[in-house]
């Protein structure tokens, strides 16, 4: 029953991207729609500039797809801050139903997997998914303030400042980019509790959804133009590739880490990557996204990752429980 393939038909009508300086000059750079390169989005707090961020993704998305507030049925929305206020605030003012997220980094995934199963199911014709985080304000709650000057540990990595905000809907025709199938994920905690490390503990939660989705859908990497994680980064990407051609599974030329697409690892000084709740919702929305509506991708799969920590439980010691959630998006 747990490796239950979901069958789903929403067609993802448009992404819209805002970023930081950093991630402008980052490998991908032009394509990010919106970009402040003072990461403050006139704001005075950084958490108030995320809650910016977040309101004008969505504002992005609904001119994008021509439609307004009162034409999409909910929204699916998370952050990093605590209680999720980014989205929470940053969402205030549109007058749609909102179902606030908490699935760490893997948050954009999540909320599209809702998304699509609601709409797929009839409860709605339209939705829209956003997603955000921001390195300043990520540092302050989970690390130390930027004043503080900590050095940071090479497997660490680089939070992506960034919101992402898609609108999903219920086809008439059969054309565009849909998500076809989703696996939910199942939490998985291997004992890892060095929070400078995140791509060890999420890369057993992306191999647990991966082996029971290729088990299920009887397929491997071979079979799909693309297969991207959400943010593992350097580390997590390695040690995934490796867990994956233990159980003999080769994962090929064509896997891609959101962590690594959107940051020069090297260049750009972000030791292992990127990672955050706006690193694949921003990769998605304005890399992934162009390459599936093009048709230079037939199918892809988007397997969002998440370390599930909190503030509390890093003091406290414990280890960190990570998520992986899958969906397969198809050209048609």
Avoid at 58 to 86: P, R, V
Avoid at 197 to 214: E, I, K, V
Avoid at 283 to 297: F, W
Wanted: glycine share 10%; with cysteine; aromatic share 8%.
């Amino acid at each position: 029953m747990n490796n239950k393939i979901l069958k789903t038909n929403a067609k993802i009508v448009c992404g819209a991207s805002v970023v930081g300086r950093k991630e402008k000059e980052g490998p991908i750079g032009e394509c990010f729609d919106i970009c402040d390169t003072t990461d403050k989005f006139d704001q005075k707090t950084w958490e108030k500039a995320e809650i910016e961020m977040q309101k004008r993704a969505l504002t992005l998305a609904l001119e994008k797809s021509g439609f307004s507030e009162n034409d999409i049925g909910a929204m699916f929305a998370g952050d990093l801050l605590n209680q999720c206020i980014g989205s929470a605030y940053g969402l205030l003012d549109f007058d749609i139903p909102y179902f606030g997220l908490y699935g760490a980094c893997s948050t954009a995934v999540e909320g599209l997997m809702l998304a699509s199963l609601l709409i797929s199911g009839g409860h709605f014709k339209r939705c829209a998914s956003v997603a955000s985080s921001h390195f300043c304000s990520a540092e302050q709650q989970y690390r130390t303030p930027l004043e503080y000057g900590g050095q940071r540990s090479p497997t660490a990595q680089w939070t992506v400042t960034g919101a992402g905000a898609f609108i999903t809907e219920k086809s008439e025709t059969d054309r565009g980019v849909f998500i076809t199938e989703a696996l939910p994920g199942i939490v998985i905690d291997k004992g890892i509790n060095d929070a400078s490390n995140m791509g060890a503990a999420m890369a057993p939660a992306a191999l647990d959804t991966l082996l029971r989705f290729f088990k299920e859908s009887k397929t491997s990497p071979s079979d799909y133009d693309a297969i991207y994680t959400g943010d593992l980064g350097h580390e997590g990407s390695l040690i995934l590739r490796e867990f994956m051609s233990i159980e003999g599974y080769d994962m090929g030329e064509d896997y891609f880490d959101c962590g690594n697409i959107i940051f020069d690892r090297e260049a750009q000084d972000v030791h292992s990557g990127g990672s955050g709740c706006g690193c694949s919702a921003v990769v998605l929305a304005s890399y992934i996204l162009p390459k599936l509506k093009s048709g230079e991708l037939k199918n892809a799969l988007l397997i969002g990752t998440g370390a599930m920590m909190s503030p509390s439980s890093l003091k406290q010691g414990l280890s960190i429980p990570a998520i992986a959630h899958l969906i397969k998006l198809e050209h048609k």
